[in-house]
C-alpha cells in the first residue's frame, strides 16, 4: 500500500467545475489535493515545484491543451500518472491520450459515485503494484493489476458484500494449482462456503482472470471448474 495519501493535482479550466472536483478528492479516503490549476502553465509550474503522484486534466484549457500538456509531461520524464476528465470524445483524442500513457478517461458530466469508482481503482491499481515489486513482476501480478482499471475489476464487486482481499485469496488459489479446480476445492482451500467460492469465481471470470470450463459427472449434469487465464 501507498505509504502517504495519493496528492492529486487538479487542473481545470472552470473555477466551479475544479472546486466541486476539489471537494469529491477530498471525499475520498487515501487522497489529498496537492493543488489546482486553472491552465497548461500553471499545471506546468506547479508540477516543477510540488510532488503530486496524479493529475485528474482536463483536455479544454485556455491556453496549452490537455493533450499537449500530457506530451510535455511524458517527454520531461515526469513520473505521475494522469486522469483525463474531459468532455472530449473523439476517437484520435482518445487514442492520442492512451499514447501519453493516460491511465483512465472519465466522460463529463458524471456523479460523485462514478467518481469515487474511478479513484478507487487507481488507488487499488497502486497498491497491487507495490504489493507485487517486491522483486522483477511476474506477468500474472501485472495482469491483475492492470485489470483493476477496468470497471468490472474496481469496486463493482464491493457494493456485492465482496471483499478485496478475499479475491485476492481466491487468484492465488488458483494461480497456484497445478489443474483446474472447483467452488468445493477453493472453498475447502480457504474455509469458506462452496457458494462464497462461486461468487469470487465468477467474478474473477468476469474480470477474465479466471477461465471457466465445464466438466460431466456420473449424473451427466455439469460442473465447473476454473482455472487461472494466465495457463
Given at each position: 500500500?501507498?505509504?502517504?495519501?495519493?496528492?492529486?493535482?487538479?487542473?481545470?479550466?472552470?473555477?466551479?467545475?475544479?472546486?466541486?472536483?476539489?471537494?469529491?478528492?477530498?471525499?475520498?479516503?487515501?487522497?489529498?489535493?496537492?493543488?489546482?490549476a486553472?491552465?497548461?502553465?500553471?499545471?506546468?509550474?506547479?508540477?516543477?515545484?510540488?510532488?503530486?503522484?496524479?493529475?485528474?486534466?482536463?483536455?479544454?484549457?485556455?491556453?496549452?491543451?490537455?493533450?499537449?500538456?500530457?506530451?510535455?509531461?511524458?517527454?520531461?520524464?515526469?513520473?505521475?500518472?494522469?486522469?483525463a476528465?474531459?468532455?472530449?470524445?473523439?476517437?484520435?483524442?482518445?487514442?492520442?491520450?492512451?499514447?501519453?500513457?493516460?491511465?483512465?478517461?472519465?466522460?463529463?458530466?458524471?456523479?460523485?459515485?462514478t467518481?469515487?469508482?474511478?479513484?478507487?481503482r487507481?488507488?487499488?491499481?497502486?497498491?497491487?503494484?507495490?504489493?507485487?515489486?517486491?522483486g522483477?513482476?511476474?506477468?500474472?501480478?501485472?495482469?491483475?493489476?492492470?485489470?483493476?482499471l477496468?470497471?468490472?475489476?474496481?469496486?463493482?464487486?464491493?457494493?456485492?458484500?465482496?471483499?478485496a482481499?478475499?479475491?485476492?485469496?481466491?487468484?492465488?488459489?488458483?494461480?497456484?494449482?497445478?489443474v483446474?479446480?472447483?467452488?468445493?476445492?477453493v472453498?475447502?482451500?480457504?474455509?469458506?462456503?462452496?457458494?462464497?467460492?462461486?461468487?469470487?469465481?465468477?467474478?474473477l471470470?468476469?474480470?477474465?482472470?479466471a477461465?471457466?470450463?465445464?466438466?460431466?459427472?456420473?449424473?451427466?449434469?455439469?460442473?465447473?471448474?476454473?482455472?487461472?487465464?494466465?495457463?
Amino acid at each position: 500500500m501507498t505509504d502517504h495519501p495519493i496528492r492529486t493535482l487538479i487542473v481545470e479550466n472552470d473555477p466551479l467545475v475544479a472546486d466541486t472536483h476539489r471537494i469529491y478528492v477530498q471525499k475520498v479516503p487515501g487522497f489529498t489535493v496537492s493543488g489546482v490549476a486553472h491552465s497548461g502553465a500553471e499545471s506546468l509550474r506547479h508540477v516543477s515545484r510540488v510532488s503530486n503522484d496524479l493529475i485528474l486534466l482536463d483536455l479544454h484549457l485556455p491556453d496549452i491543451a490537455g493533450l499537449e500538456i500530457c506530451r510535455i509531461l511524458r517527454s520531461q520524464n515526469v513520473k505521475l500518472d494522469i486522469i483525463a476528465i474531459t468532455s472530449v470524445r473523439d476517437l484520435e483524442s482518445i487514442r492520442t491520450a492512451i499514447s501519453f500513457g493516460v491511465i483512465q478517461y472519465l466522460l463529463k458530466p458524471f456523479s460523485f459515485n462514478t467518481f469515487q469508482r474511478s479513484l478507487e481503482r487507481y488507488s487499488t491499481f497502486r497498491q497491487r503494484l507495490t504489493a507485487a515489486a517486491t522483486g522483477p513482476l511476474r506477468q500474472r501480478d501485472l495482469d491483475f493489476a492492470l485489470a483493476t482499471l477496468c470497471p468490472e475489476a474496481g469496486t463493482d464487486y464491493q457494493q456485492k458484500g465482496l471483499s478485496a482481499s478475499t479475491l485476492d485469496a481466491v487468484l492465488t488459489e488458483l494461480q497456484a494449482a497445478d489443474v483446474p479446480v472447483s467452488a468445493d476445492d477453493v472453498a475447502a482451500a480457504l474455509g469458506m462456503s462452496r457458494v462464497t467460492a462461486r461468487r469470487y469465481l465468477h467474478v474473477l471470470t468476469t474480470q477474465r482472470l479466471a477461465v471457466q470450463t465445464q466438466r460431466y459427472g456420473h449424473s451427466g449434469r455439469p460442473g465447473h471448474l476454473y482455472h487461472w487465464s494466465g495457463e
